[in-house]
């Protein structure tokens, strides 16, 4: 079957709860976030290889155009997957990792180790340039490369958030305030974990000139850690939708 685009919240209604028995595959996906642009073909990869397999159904939301089923999800960064089975939530995953995505389904279908989709399925649709070296992996990257490499993940997303954890997982109090705050701001953030990549941690520091985490970037123009965002928010409480517009402007 592959992946179905889901158009609207009728049909959305309609095809959950006439697959109770199924296993769900819901991806959140903007056409705006760079992660997005990878997983995209990540996601269409799985589908197709378990496209005889009537007990599994993977449905794509763009969370933007279809924001009332966003909502009903409380997803607020994407890439944002949800399995859900008999119209209960089995697992919640936030962030561009292909493995992880792949370890929840194979766990929640149910599938013996001879059936189950190989971690490695997604390496044929990225490329070298667009996969994040995990802390583990030390790579040699030279002070210009690293720079590039930050600039394009600060414009990765309008609004970019670098945080330890991911928005469903916060690995420290500072982040997981962060978050919500974006959250009840409504705001649409891409983010990156900097627990996954040192280069990319000790990098922003001094790409920011800012010591801690997490770090918040408007259009690519860093705008502070929580403090700063509060202190920004109490002087003006339109300070996202404000900044945005300054910062594309210039």
Not at 16 to 44: E, I
Not at 45 to 72: G, H, Q, V, W, Y
Not at 87 to 99: F, M, R, V
Not at 195 to 223: A, C, H, M
Request: net charge negative.
């Amino acid at each position: 079957m592959g992946v179905l685009e889901i158009e609207s919240e009728h049909q959305f209604t309609e095809l959950t709860q006439a697959n109770d028995s199924k296993l769900l595959a819901l991806y959140f996906h903007t056409p705006w976030a760079g992660p997005c642009k990878t997983m995209n073909q990540v996601f269409r990869t799985l589908a197709d290889s378990k496209a005889n397999d009537p007990s599994i159904t993977f449905l794509s939301i763009n969370a933007d155009e279809l924001s009332e089923i966003s909502e009903l999800f409380d997803v607020s960064a994407v890439p944002y997957f949800i399995l859900i089975r008999n119209q209960t939530i089995l697992k919640e995953l936030s962030g561009a990792d292909p493995k992880e995505f792949i370890a929840a389904l194979n766990q929640f279908a149910g599938e013996s180790s001879k059936n189950a989709i190989p971690a490695t399925v997604s390496t044929t649709t990225t490329t070298t340039a667009e996969k994040s070296p995990s802390a583990s992996e030390p790579v040699q990257e030279s002070e210009e490369a690293l720079n590039e490499r930050l600039h394009k993940l600060t414009t990765a997303a309008p609004i970019m958030l670098f945080m330890k954890g991911s928005p469903s997982s916060p690995q420290c109090g500072f982040s997981r305030q962060l978050v919500a705050i974006l959250r009840e701001h409504q705001v649409r953030f891409g983010f990156f974990d900097i627990l996954k990549d040192d280069s990319v941690r000790q990098g922003l520091k001094k790409f920011s000139d800012w010591p801690t985490f997490p770090q918040l970037y408007i259009n690519g123009e860093f705008q502070g850690g929580l403090d700063i965002i509060k202190e920004n928010i109490e002087e003006d409480e339109h300070f996202f939708e404000n900044a945005v517009n300054a910062t594309a402007a210039a």
